[in-house]
Each structure stands twice: as C-alpha cells, then as structure tokens.
C-alpha cells in the first residue's frame, strides 16, 4: 500500500497563489506517475497536472503556465505551484499515485479562491 498526505491548501484571493505538498509513504518502489487531481461542488473530478519518474510533465489545458508540478523523490514528496489563481480554480485537489497497475489517492485538501 501507498500512503498519500496532502498539504497546503488554504483561502486566497484571486491572483494569489499556494503550494500544494503531497507526502508518500509506505511501498513507494516502482511509483511512476504521480499527479493532482481536483474536483469542484457539482463537477467531475479532472486532471490538474501529472509527473513521472523522469520528471517529464503534462498539465491540464486550464492551468498551463499558471501551475507549476515538481517531485522530488529524495523526499517521496510531489509539489504543484499555483500561481495566478482564479476564483474556478477552487476546488479539492488530491494526490494520485500509480504503480504499475495499481492506483493510490490521498484524501485531498480544499483550495478556496475568492473574488
């Protein structure tokens, strides 16, 4: 099993910006791909951004150039820089992880932008 800890959401206002941490622990061999997902009141959870083991990345279309993901495996700890936020950024983000066929989440944490 992989354990996924969230961190560093919180309320700010439009334009501001926040990190996001995300810790894993337990059987952390072999993890290649890890992301933040968000899902908003009433929404469909989508994909935020996503890294892999090479640090090669891939954002979602709605926050390209404003995120920023990074991992740093010293620290089995992944990161997303927001920048820029926008009051439809608010949502819960939340951490995956995946290994091989098997698919990890954290419990997530609530990110509020106001306008």
């Known amino acids: 099993q992989v354990q996924l800890v969230e961190s560093g959401g919180g309320l700010v206002q439009a334009g501001g910006s926040l990190r996001l941490s995300c810790a894993a622990s337990?059987?952390?061999?072999?993890?290649?791909?890890m992301g933040w997902y968000r899902q908003a009141p009433g929404k469909q959870r989508e994909l935020v951004a996503v890294?892999?083991?090479?640090?090669?990345?891939n954002y979602a279309d709605s926050v390209r150039g404003r995120f920023t993901i990074s991992r740093d495996n010293a620290k089995n700890t992944v990161y997303l820089q927001m920048n820029s936020l926008k009051p439809e950024d608010t949502a819960v983000y939340s951490c995956?992880?995946?290994?091989?066929?098997?698919?990890?989440w954290g419990r997530g944490t609530q990110v509020t932008v106001s306008s």
């Open positions: 995956n992880a995946a290994r091989g066929s098997l698919v990890f």
């Open positions: 337990g059987s952390i061999f072999s993890i290649n791909i």
């Open positions: 890294i892999d083991s090479g640090g090669s990345t």
